[in-house]
Structure formats: structure tokens, C-alpha cells
């Protein structure tokens, strides 16, 4: 059996970043990874290294395993799993904070990130949070993992810890491969694209939730921040709004930048913002319509509870190789 992994964390609504550098790529590479098991699940554990209120976590953990049906994953090659439901990630991440040293996990970006901005009550489980997701990986042996660019180092950690782990304890692990994607693997905020578009952003003028009314979605981009010259050009250094905007036209058509800057050659912004607004909105209407279908029905549930099952038989198996192999068994 080969594995396609991969999970997204429910600390809020998925946004458009998370759609086109995860989710319909996921769906992209399941069309043509027929002979691969895709295992998919929402990354709860790893959610609350920030709080969450109790209410609104369980309601972002259903929203997020809808929005992966919605967004019209093949349930024939699929494992849609809770990763909470299934133990063995929290005993493989402990395994791994015994693998991975302080001062590797003290040059995740995302970590240094977080800590300059909270100062207070970095708590930590967002410390020792890259060892989980290693774990995640590591427990089914996953060949690839698509993810966007912010998820890359951690990728590279988990390569370091597999690797040290069968020089320790004899050949164990498959070392996993990233895979990312080229035009998408980092979606900018609409008001400051100098920085990524991220569920938990404090400003969501800037941020496109995928379940969030559809005039609200046209307003948000119309009022994208780009600059002053009108000319629709990829430069990322000097004009990163019009790029980011570019990003999202070019992962939605699947037209190179070249051909985008010639079809609007002397349009100004105006056009090119409301034609990506209605394609945007037609991308996003799709999945809501089927949203509204998965978040109300018992289906879901039930791929969830098959899922538990399957991911879980092949956790339980894995595990007591591990520890076995560690010495942890009488
Ligand atoms: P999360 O929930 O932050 O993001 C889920 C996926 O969306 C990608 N992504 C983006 N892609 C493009 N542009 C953006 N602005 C953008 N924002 C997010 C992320 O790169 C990711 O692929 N730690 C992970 C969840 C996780 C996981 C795993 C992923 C836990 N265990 C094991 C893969 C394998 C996270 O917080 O993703």
C-alpha cells in the first residue's frame, strides 16, 4: 500500500489559500495518483497549541472534513480521518520529541513566528508541534505529502527525524517527499501581501473564507491593496499585490503569468480584479453548493467513522513495530 498524506488544522474557516495550495490539489494529484491511498485528515491535535473555545473548535473540525468532500475529493482512493480519533498520533509524537533536538525545533520558522507575535503564553505543544507533525507522516509510512510552502521545513524535519530514527534503531521509516505546487503553494493576504493568507489573520478584509457569502468574497478582492503603475505584471519584489492577485488568476485558469500579462496588456486593474473576482466566486460556489450538501449529512459521518477504522488498523500495526524496535516491548 502507498500513501498520499496530508491534513489541514481547524483553527478557523479554510481560506482560499488553503484551497488552492492544499485542497484542490489534493483533488488534482487523486486524479492522476490512482494507484496511491490518499490518507486526509483535519489536524485537530495540532489546532489547539493556540486556544480554542470548546463550541467553535468542534463546529471548525466538522467544517473542515465537509470542505474536503465539497471540494470534491474521490472517495474511492480515500482515508478522511479525525486525527484525535486515532491515538497512536500522540504516542508516535511523543517518539519524536525523542528524536528531535531542542535547537532544531527552535529554527521553525513558524514557531519563531508565533513567539514574536503572542510574547505571552506561547505554550509548549506549539513548540514541540513539528515532532506531531512528523508523527502524522511517519505513523503510515506516507510516500508524498503535498502541502503549501509554510509546511515545507517542517517536511524537511520530518525527513531528518525518519532518517535518524532508522540509523538508530534499524531501517523503520520511508522517508517522505514534499510535494508543492508552483503557482500556488503561497496565497498572499489581499491587504498585506507581504504576508500569507492565514485562517487566524487578525484583519479577514484580507482573507477569503471559502464558506463566506459570495458578494462579500467580489468586495474582498476588488479591494485588493496593489499599486499605483496599472500595469498587470509579475513582479513579486516590487508589485506583490498584483502578483499574489496574478497567482490566484494563473491556479485558477492554469494560464502562465506570460499569457495573463497579455491578456490584459493596457486593461488597467479594474477589469483584471472583477474577471479574477468572478472566477474566484464561480470556483468558491462550486464547493459551497456541495458544502451545504456534506456539512448536514449523516454521510459524513459515516466516512468519518470508517476512516477512524482504517487509519487506526494501520496506526495500531505500525506502532508496535516501533516500539519494538525501540525496546519498549516486554
Ligand atoms: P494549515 O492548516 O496551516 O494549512 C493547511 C494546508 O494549506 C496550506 N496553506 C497555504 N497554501 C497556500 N497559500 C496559503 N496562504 C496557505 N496557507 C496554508 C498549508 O501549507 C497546508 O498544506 N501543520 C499543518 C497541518 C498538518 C499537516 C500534517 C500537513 C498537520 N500534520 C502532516 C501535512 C502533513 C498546518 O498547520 O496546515
Not at 507533525?133 to 503535498?146: E, Q
Not at 478582492?221 to 509579475?234: C, E, F, L, P, S
Not at 466566486?281 to 456541495?290: A, L, N, P, S
Request: net charge negative; with cysteine; hydrophobic share 40%.
Amino acid at each position: 500500500m502507498k500513501f498520499v498524506l496530508s491534513g489541514v488544522k481547524p483553527t478557523g474557516i479554510p481560506t482560499l489559500g488553503n484551497y488552492l495550495g492544499a485542497l484542490k490539489n489534493f483533488v488534482r494529484l487523486q486524479n492522476s495518483m490512482k494507484d496511491y491511498e490518499f490518507l486526509i485528515f483535519v489536524a485537530d491535535l495540532h489546532a489547539i497549541t493556540t486556544y480554542q473555545k470548546p463550541e467553535e473548535l468542534k463546529e471548525h473540525i466538522r467544517t473542515v472534513a465537509a470542505l474536503y468532500l465539497a471540494c470534491g475529493l474521490d472517495l474511492d482512493n480515500l482515508t478522511l480521518f479525525i486525527q484525535s480519533e486515532v491515538h497512536e498520533h500522540v504516542e508516535l509524537g511523543y517518539v519524536m520529541q525523542s528524536v528531535a533536538y531542542m535547537g532544531e525545533l527552535e529554527r521553525m520558522t513558524q514557531y519563531k513566528d508565533k513567539m514574536q507575535k503572542q510574547v505571552q503564553g506561547v505554550t509548549s505543544a506549539l513548540f514541540t508541534y513539528p515532532a506531531l507533525m512528523a508523527a502524522d507522516i511517519l505513523l503510515y509510512n506516507a510516500t508524498y505529502v503535498p502541502v503549501g510552502d509554510d509546511q515545507v521545513q517542517h517536511l524537511e524535519l520530518t525527513r531528518d527525524l525518519a532518517t535518524r530514527f532508522n540509523s538508530r534503531y534499524g531501517e523503520t521509516f520511508v522517508v517522505p517527499q514534499v510535494l508543492v505546487q508552483k503557482t500556488a503553494s503561497r496565497i498572499m493576504d489581499l491587504q498585506n501581501p507581504t504576508r500569507k493568507m492565514d485562517k487566524s489573520a487578525e484583519n479577514p478584509k484580507g482573507c477569503i473564507f471559502l464558506t463566506e457569502p459570495l458578494d462579500q468574497i467580489r468586495k474582498k478582492i476588488k479591494a485588493a491593496v496593489t499599486d499605483n503603475d496599472g500595469i498587470v505584471r509579475y513582479d513579486v519584489e516590487n508589485k506583490p499585490g498584483i502578483s499574489n492577485l496574478m497567482s490566484i488568476y494563473a491556479s485558477i485558469t492554469e494560464m502562465t503569468f506570460q499569457q495573463i500579462e497579455e491578456k490584459y496588456h493596457e486593461c488597467g486593474y479594474g477589469i483584471f480584479k472583477s474577471d479574477l473576482a468572478e472566477l474566484v466566486v464561480t470556483e468558491i460556489d462550486k464547493v459551497q453548493k456541495e458544502y451545504d450538501y456534506w456539512i448536514n449529512s449523516s454521510e459524513l459521518d459515516q466516512i468519518l467513522n470508517e476512516g477512524k477504522a482504517r487509519a487506526s488498523m494501520f496506526a495500531r500495526s505500525n506502532m508496535r513495530k516501533i516500539y519494538e524496535k525501540m525496546g519498549l516491548k516486554r
